[in-house]
């Protein structure tokens, strides 16, 4: 071992003389000029386009289809309809199955079918073994020329965005560049403005069938297939099985122009929760086809891109304020992106920071970069154009898109020779006619108290408010015919539930329930008295793991008892409370003989009930028997955003003639937060509120 262990060192002692070459002067060959292949392309005799790549590597067969539409086209008191019509083009299913039936068919297969939406296109994509692509391709299908769009799954879809708005200043880190867009293209065009909760109170199913209607048909659709097939075949059976699917509709027409103006100025927006400060500064870029494309890019990248960009290397590396930072001239295809420059930095530095990227943006105004520094950032873009066509799914995409927005074939070839062809005196003419620091919209996220130097050294700050907007509350159109329909489905509720007469004779119920939380929402077991009398006291008692808590109401007022004693009843338990008496059933079914009360149909088999003090919800009835089968409302807790609850009734039973359900399913904003299950119900059994309202007795110390 002894000898071993003297030939490592000695050999180490030697290999220390010895130079180590540096990685300057490694020696690579050129990459090879890039080949795309040629994808046939036909048009089928619905006027759907079509391009076909064979790959026989595996044994798997993979398409896009990519839809003229966007989410340019939302309505403005619309705003997100695309998005909600692209999700539940999907989930919603089709007549023959439902959205979960072709989620475990498709599961099973280990096959997906796909729906999306973004700007300025929307797309639907599956993929599947050989074996089962006639299968998943007839699927695919179905989807895209049928779908129905089903109820629950907008309501999921609209509640789940509901959730989103709530939350979506919790990331600090995304405010700004979502913040810069709307600054830089303007809040009140489709380019810069956001999903808020009115929005989704105008958003409704019928809304999504008519947005599909014009723009999903034939000749509005390029469809790509790649994978393991003939071209003859697949061509054959694509064209059999959209032969039935003949829909027209005029030509779409043009994404709306942009016509921002500059928006420059210093914005912030005040977070006390976070540690470091989050930026974006940005202006009005250019599209992809414009002359000046390659140098800009190049100059963003000697800017901004990589560990030996300048920004990277003076005010990360060097000064030591930033965590992270970069700048891209961001194109578009068919309208003007930005140039955008965004990271992070020490709440103390945040005020030099932005100084330290003002001296940098002018050092690229006003002297030319280094040869060197030219060069890498050219060998940077060109060497990744090896990536752009790596795969069959990346080929087909960008000949896709070349031809959805109307470039030319050999548009990358042309964009290769123009990015080799750049250079400094280049770079510094884009820089100083595209880079313009009068224009740049200033952007920050943080907390002003940890700054060392305030914001205002920079001029005057724009406040951010971040404050989101309470959801305002639509009520269904009111007019004769859904009055009358209103009517007549709770007539029909009543009948099936025993009877309206029987129903008015209840004056007080007893209800025993055994509660069980879901595991998010707490997995608490809950043993559950409610208690009513007519026409507005109420009581209810629940034995948790940590005591006894009871809460009582005459609607007006109330108490709340819990382990560490009575206290008088909150303002937004109170409301709670307030709520369940208005949707306790025995009044409820009968709100037709309340002229406090407003019944509107709102829909086939569903009424909205509402009160002119703000109380509303939505019960639906089963079409077959007439019972209720769900009630949705929303509710506020305490010191939480507004939430949608679901309700979905069961195990109807009868009780002295009348017909109540004994097991409920509770969902919280699309997520099943718990279920009750009803051990017995009394009714008429004599008791008075004053019996409700007695207090319990303090505990003895």
């Not at 560049?177 to 989704?200: A, F, H, K, S």
């Not at 008519?210 to 054959?236: S, T, W």
């Not at 940077?380 to 080929?395: C, E, I, Q, R, Y």
């Not at 290769?416 to 003419?429: N, P, W, Y």
């Amino acid at each position: 071992m002894k000898g071993l262990l003297l030939a490592i060192c000695f050999a180490s002692g030697v290999f220390a003389q010895q130079a180590v070459p540096s990685y300057k002067d490694l020696k690579y060959p050129p990459l090879r000029q890039v080949k795309i292949p040629e994808p046939a392309s036909f048009t089928l005799s619905n006027g759907m386009r079509v391009f076909l790549l064979e790959d026989h590597e595996l044994p798997l067969v993979h398409g896009l289809a990519m839809i003229h539409t966007g989410n340019l086209f939302d309505p403005p008191d619309k705003k997100g309809l695309s998005e909600f019509t692209a999700q539940v083009l999907r989930s919603g299913g089709t007549k023959s199955k439902t959205g979960d039936q072709i989620d475990e068919e498709l599961e099973n297969m280990a096959a997906s079918v796909e729906s999306a939406m973004d700007e300025t296109s929307a797309s639907m994509s599956f993929s599947a073994l050989k074996e089962n692509s006639d299968t998943v391709l007839s699927v695919f299908k179905d989807v895209l020329t049928a779908p129905e769009f089903r109820q629950d799954k907008l309501d999921l879809a609209i509640t789940q965005t509901r959730s989103a708005i709530a939350r979506r200043n919790d990331d600090a880190n995304a405010i700004p560049d979502r913040e810069m867009m709307r600054i830089v293209y303007g809040p009140t065009t489709p380019y810069g403005w956001q999903v808020e909760y009115e929005d989704l109170n105008h958003i409704h199913r019928e809304d999504l069938v008519q947005f599909y209607r014009r723009y999903y048909f034939p000749k509005n659709i390029m469809l790509a297939v790649y994978g393991d097939f003939k071209i003859p075949e697949m061509k054959e059976k694509l064209e059999k099985l959209f032969a039935d699917w003949t829909v027209q509709q005029p030509d779409v027409p043009k994404f709306p122009e942009v016509s921002a103006k500059p928006a420059p100025g210093i914005y912030f927006a005040e977070k006390a929760d976070v540690t470091q400060t989050f930026f974006a500064i940005g202006e009005l870029g250019g599209t992809l086809r414009e002359k000046d494309y390659a140098a800009l890019q190049v100059a963003a990248n000697i800017l901004g891109q990589g560990f030996s960009s300048r920004l990277m290397s003076q005010i990360r590396t060097k000064l030591g304020y930033a965590y992270d930072i970069s700048a891209q001239w961001a194109a578009n295809w068919d309208h003007p992106g930005t140039f955008r420059i965004g990271g992070s930095t020490k709440s103390q530095s945040t005020t030099e920071t932005l100084q330290a990227i003002r001296v940098e943006l002018d050092k690229m105004r006003s002297t030319e970069v280094t040869a060197r520094e030219l060069d890498e950032a050219k060998e940077g873009v060109l060497n990744s154009f090896v990536f752009f066509f790596d795969s069959p799914a990346k080929t087909l995409n960008r000949v896709m898109r070349y031809e959805y927005f109307g470039y030319p074939k050999d548009f990358l070839f042309q964009y290769q020779k123009a990015i080799s062809a750049v250079t400094r005196a280049d770079v510094l003419r884009v820089a100083k006619e595209r880079f313009l620091p009068e224009n740049l919209a200033i952007v920050a996220v943080g907390n002003p108290k940890e700054f060392g130097k305030p914001l205002s050294t920079l001029g005057k700050v724009n406040v951010i408010d971040l404050t989101i907007s309470e959801p305002k509350s639509e009520t269904v159109k009111s007019d004769a015919a859904s009055l009358e329909g209103g009517r007549a489905l709770l007539e029909r509720a009543q009948q099936a539930m025993g009877g309206a007469d029987k129903i008015a004779a209840v004056k007080d119920y007893s209800q025993s329930a055994d509660m069980t939380m879901d595991p998010s929402a707490g997995g608490m077991k809950i043993k559950q008295q409610n208690r009513w009398v007519a026409p507005s006291a109420f009581r209810q008692d629940q034995d948790l793991p940590i005591g006894k808590i009871i809460a009582y109401t005459d609607g007006k007022s109330g108490w709340l008892s819990l382990p560490q004693g009575v206290m008088p009843m909150p303002p937004p338990v109170l409301k709670q409370a307030q709520g369940e008496i208005f949707r306790e059933w025995f009044s409820l079914v009968l709100s037709d003989r309340d002229r406090s009360r407003t019944v509107n149909a709102a829909g086939p088999n569903a009424v909205e009930i509402s009160t002119a003090e703000g109380e509303r919800v939505r019960v639906e009835f089963d079409e077959r028997t007439g019972l209720p089968i769900r009630q949705i409302y929303k509710e506020t807790a305490m010191g939480g955003p507004p939430s949608e609850v679901k309700e979905t009734y069961s195990d109807w039973r009868e009780v002295d003639g009348i017909k109540l359900p004994f097991k409920v399913l509770i969902e919280q904003n699309g997520k099943k937060s718990g279920e009750a299950a009803v051990s017995e119900i009394k009714l008429n059994t004599g008791i008075k509120a004053e019996e409700l309202s007695k207090r319990p007795e303090p505990a003895k110390k």
